[in-house]
């Protein structure tokens, strides 16, 4: 069955860097575009990142362009979040979303606190 498994999360200080892992089975990774999104107490879910399938195109949301680069290994079946700079407003459960087939990982907690 298809399964997205988020890793990497945890507690770090403003400024400091976190790298996520989302590593997926249970369909054709290399033909599926990746997402992250993340949700912060309180708030609706939102898009953070995606990649296409092959990697060769990026979107990202305002709130973190320059600071967060996403990427893939399509031989390893994982997409990744480098988090760099991290401020406070960046504290939400990340959630992996496979647009081929909808499914969401279970996330994992980024806090950015002193």
């Known amino acids: 069955q298809v399964q997205l498994v988020e890793s990497g999360g945890g507690l770090v200080q403003p400024g400091g860097s976190l790298r996520l892992s989302c590593a997926a089975s249970?369909?054709?990774?290399?033909?599926?575009?990746m997402s992250w999104y993340r949700q912060a107490p309180g708030k609706e879910r939102e898009l953070v990142a995606r990649?296409?399938?092959?990697?060769?195109?990026?979107t990202y949301a305002d709130s973190v362009k320059g600071r967060f680069t996403i990427s893939r290994d399509n031989a390893k079946n994982t997409v990744y979040l480098q988090m760099n700079r991290l401020k406070p407003e960046d504290t939400a459960v990340y959630y992996c979303?496979?647009?081929?087939?909808?499914?969401w990982g279970q996330g994992t907690q980024v806090t950015v606190s002193s």
């Open positions: 979303y496979a647009l081929a087939n909808g499914y």
């Open positions: 249970g369909f054709t990774f290399s033909s599926s575009a």
């Open positions: 990649i296409s399938s092959v990697g060769g195109r990026t």
